[in-house]
C-alpha cells in the first residue's frame, strides 16, 4: 500500500479547506505507519513512554468517534479501547494487537465522520457534549480541532519513525 498525500489546493472555498487539511493529515498518519511490521508498529517510543504508532492510531479512532458521532450528532457508541479500569487502552498494546484490526477500526471511524459531517453547515451546532464541556461546538470548530490533533500527533509518530527505521520526513 501506497498512501498518496495532497494538500488542498491553494485556493480552495473554506469547507474543502478545512476537509482537505483534515484527510491531509489522516493521509500522513497512515503513511509514517506504511511498511512496518506489528512488532514495529507496537514499539514504544522512549521509556517509560508506551506511545506507539499502532497506539497513535487506535488513539485517533476513538477521537474520530468521539468528536464525530458522540459530540456531533449525540450517538453514544461507547468506546473501542477505552475502559473505565484503562482510560487509556489504546495506548496499552499486547501481542495480539494487529495492525490490520487497528487501520480497519479507524477507517471505520473515519468513514462514519465523513457520513456524519457530510449533511451538515460549518455553523452547524453539535448535538452531543464533550468530556470537557457542555457548550455545543460548531462543525468548523471540531474540523480546526481535529486538524491540530492529528497535526500534534503526526509529529510523534515522525519521531517514532525516524527512531524505528530512521525514516524521516514531513
Given at each position: 500500500m501506497t498512501t498518496e498525500r495532497r494538500e488542498p489546493a491553494q485556493?480552495?472555498?473554506?469547507?474543502?479547506?478545512?476537509?482537505?487539511?483534515?484527510?491531509?493529515?489522516?493521509?500522513?498518519?497512515?503513511?509514517?505507519?506504511?511498511?512496518?511490521?506489528?512488532?514495529?508498529?507496537?514499539?514504544?517510543?522512549?521509556p517509560p513512554s508506551e506511545l506507539s504508532l499502532m497506539g497513535l492510531v487506535r488513539h485517533m479512532a476513538e477521537v474520530e468517534r468521539s468528536w464525530f458521532r458522540k459530540v456531533l450528532v449525540g450517538e453514544d457508541p461507547g468506546p473501542i479501547y477505552c475502559t473505565d479500569e484503562d482510560p487509556d487502552g489504546e495506548f496499552h498494546l499486547t501481542e495480539a494487537d494487529t495492525w490490520d484490526e487497528a487501520y480497519a477500526a479507524w477507517q471505520a471511524e473515519i468513514g462514519i465522520a465523513?457520513?456524519?459531517?457530510?449533511?451538515?453547515?460549518?455553523?452547524?451546532?453539535?448535538?452531543?457534549?464533550?468530556?470537557?464541556?457542555?457548550?455545543?461546538?460548531?462543525?468548523?470548530?471540531?474540523?480546526?480541532h481535529?486538524?491540530?490533533?492529528?497535526?500534534?500527533?503526526?509529529?510523534?509518530?515522525?519521531?517514532?519513525?525516524?527512531?524505528?527505521?530512521?525514516?524521516?520526513?514531513?
Open positions: 485556493t480552495a472555498g473554506e469547507r474543502a479547506m478545512l476537509e482537505g487539511w483534515l484527510d491531509y493529515h489522516r493521509r500522513t498518519l497512515a503513511w509514517k505507519c506504511e511498511g512496518l511490521t506489528d512488532e514495529q508498529l507496537r514499539t514504544a517510543s522512549v465523513r457520513q456524519n459531517a457530510a449533511g451538515l453547515g460549518l455553523d452547524d451546532m453539535s448535538r452531543g457534549k464533550s468530556r470537557f464541556t457542555s457548550t455545543p461546538f460548531n462543525l468548523r470548530w471540531i474540523y480546526t481535529m486538524i491540530e490533533e492529528y497535526a500534534r500527533h503526526n509529529g510523534h509518530a515522525d519521531l517514532i519513525r525516524e527512531r524505528i527505521d530512521g525514516s524521516a520526513g514531513d
